[in-house]
């Protein structure tokens, strides 16, 4: 049972453009949800966010919007730049639950010159 | 700036072998987490610690997965026998706490583990 859904495994933008990456999710209980970006190789590194008393958090270039009655959030990069081509994991944790993230299946994000 | 680090970085083994993985949280982090990824998926939770105490490792398989934080810092996962499906990257990662939504995980580079 998957909770956390990215449906798009890929994206490709231009540079300078926005870029938006969506993941849905479940599980009414999570109350947290956070994006990750990974390179090859690497692990996952925090990016941004939001709680779910918050419909928007912003920081920089990046900015996530949660919309808890649809169940689904959405990653903004405005605008974007070829370093952001990475893996981007979208997670989500619940009360109870230890801090324990539960993360969706990833969408690559290409950056194109 | 702190890390969690993680060795192997890489780690190449025939099925029916053991092998173990080590992590060293980042200092004054008293949870740890072993998470599992397969390549085209996201990570799975294996087991959490809090200190030296399994909080959760109801996704580890028990049979063949062990891992312990002996002295509620630094810690070790060990797969024996490996398998061809343990194929997988293992990240390891720390938190300052478990109250839910206030900590940030912070992941290793991870140990990418090759079974032939």
């Known amino acids: 049972d998957q909770q956390v859904k990215q449906n798009s495994p890929s994206l490709s933008v231009q540079e300078g453009r926005i870029s938006i990456l969506n993941c849905d999710y479940t599980n009414s209980m999570f109350d947290y949800f956070l994006w990750y970006k990974k390179y090859p190789a690497e692990g996952p590194t925090f990016l941004i966010s939001?709680?779910?008393?918050?419909d928007k958090n912003e920081d920089g270039r990046f900015t996530v919007f949660l919309n808890k009655s649809a169940k689904h959030l959405s990653l903004h990069i405005v605008p974007s730049q070829p370093g952001d081509s990475a893996v981007y994991f979208c997670?989500?944790?619940?009360?109870?639950?230890?801090?324990?993230?539960?993360f969706g299946t990833g969408t690559q994000l290409k950056v194109e010159l | 700036e702190a890390e969690v680090a993680q060795s192997p970085r890489y780690k190449i083994t025939e099925k029916s072998q053991a092998v173990a993985f080590w992590c060293d949280p980042i200092?004054?982090?008293?949870?740890l987490y072993w998470y599992r990824q397969i390549l085209g998926q996201g990570p799975e939770l294996l087991v959490q610690?809090?200190?030296?105490?399994?909080?959760?490792d109801s996704q580890l398989p028990k049979d063949r997965f062990s891992a312990e934080r002996l002295k509620g810092v630094d810690s070790t996962l060990k797969i024996q026998p490996a398998e061809l499906g343990d194929s997988a990257m293992y990240l390891c990662?720390?938190?300052?706490?478990?109250?839910?939504?206030?900590?940030?995980?912070?992941f290793g580079a991870g140990s990418r583990l090759t079974v032939l």
């Open positions: 200092s004054g982090h008293a949870t």
């Open positions: 939001i709680s779910s008393i918050k």
């Open positions: 610690f809090q200190d030296e105490s399994v909080v959760d």
């Open positions: 997670a989500a944790s619940a009360p109870g639950g230890g801090n324990k993230l539960t």
């Open positions: 990662a720390s938190s300052l706490g478990l109250a839910s939504g206030a900590n940030v995980l912070t």
